[in-house]
T-cell receptor, first 113, second 115 residues
């Protein structure tokens, strides 16, 4: 059962455009992470959000955790070809001893120069 | 600093063959896990371990075995490969005991084809 749905699944844009990727669930998560994966590599963590309503910025990337901690969004301003990759959200359901994550379906972003 | 190392990077098997995917980490992390990645499905958890000698099943454990005899190593065994196991496999590790709990560090993956 896939608990985290991402949209859109694919996105191809021109350099300089803005975009938003969504990560939605019917479940509540104790924290949510965003990873970026480049071809032939494993995912690399971009950010972790832990508080409902939290907003974090990483240069041109803005991450928001929903108030109810069921959803999140990633907004990229003035996209660059270097932003190309697969973006994955991942939610943690346990705040205790386990580190289990549930990954979203992924958004493949291509930024054309 | 090597981080998480997976071998081999590529593998082709025939149906029914067995093999072991190797995973080693040098960060002294307690938690290790195996995922498979298929198009449109993100990463799905196969098995995980919270420490040496302790393993548990994830979302898609059928057809796979694991063991954790040391903190560093967490091999994944395919007992009798099937075409449905064609996928990219990722190993990851993370620490229980730091403020970075839940941050998973991934290897570069093993691309497996079962014919």
């Amino acid at each position: 059962t896939q608990l985290l749905e991402q949209s859109p699944q694919f996105l191809s844009i021109q350099e300089g455009e803005n975009l938003t990727v969504y990560c939605n669930s019917s479940s509540v998560f104790s924290s949510l992470q965003w990873y970026r994966q480049e071809p032939g590599e494993g995912p690399v963590l971009l950010v972790t959000v832990v508080t409902g309503g939290e907003v974090k910025k990483l240069k041109r990337l803005t991450f928001q955790f929903g108030d109810a901690r069921k959803d999140s969004s990633l907004h990229i301003t003035a996209a660059q070809p270097g932003d190309t990759g697969l973006y994955l959200c991942a939610g943690a359901k346990d705040s205790g001893a386990t580190n289990k994550l549930i990954f979203g379906t992924g958004t493949l972003l291509a930024v054309q120069p | 600093n090597a981080g998480v190392t997976q071998t081999p990077k590529f593998q082709v098997l025939k149906t029914g063959q067995s093999m072991t995917l190797q995973c080693a980490q040098d960060m002294n992390h307690e938690y290790m896990s195996w995922y498979r990645q298929d198009p449109g499905m993100g990463l799905r958890l196969i098995h995980y371990s919270v420490g040496a000698g302790i393993t548990d099943q994830g979302e898609v454990p059928n057809g796979y075995n694991v063991s954790r005899s040391t903190t560093e190593d967490f091999p994944l065994r395919l007992l009798s490969a099937a075409p449905s196991q064609t996928s990219v496999y990722f190993c990851a590790s993370s620490s229980h005991y730091t403020s970075a709990k839940n941050i998973q560090y991934f290897g570069a993956g093993t691309r497996l084809s079962v014919l």
